[in-house]
């Protein structure tokens, strides 16, 4: 993602992890802001309301769950 890029809100239907593998990026939660710089790994419950925002010039991995 370029520096200032955003994905607007959504949700994931399964558990979802982002894991940055450079630059910096910001998930907006419903509680808090959770910034994440290349090495940062969050994992997010099924479910919750999430916004991505790059800080800087960023790459990350989406990793999503899934049930049996």
């Given at each position: 993602m370029k520096a200032?890029?955003?994905i607007a809100e959504h949700r994931?239907?399964?558990t979802a992890s982002v894991h940055t593998l450079s630059g910096q990026v910001r998930l907006?939660?419903?509680d808090?802001?959770?910034d994440l710089p290349a090495g940062g790994?969050?994992?997010l419950e099924r479910g919750?309301?999430?916004d991505v925002e790059a800080i800087t010039e960023s790459a990350f991995l989406l990793?999503?769950?899934w049930q049996a």
């Open positions: 200032g890029a955003r994931a239907n399964d907006q939660l419903p808090k802001a959770a790994l969050l994992v919750l309301r999430h990793t999503l769950g």
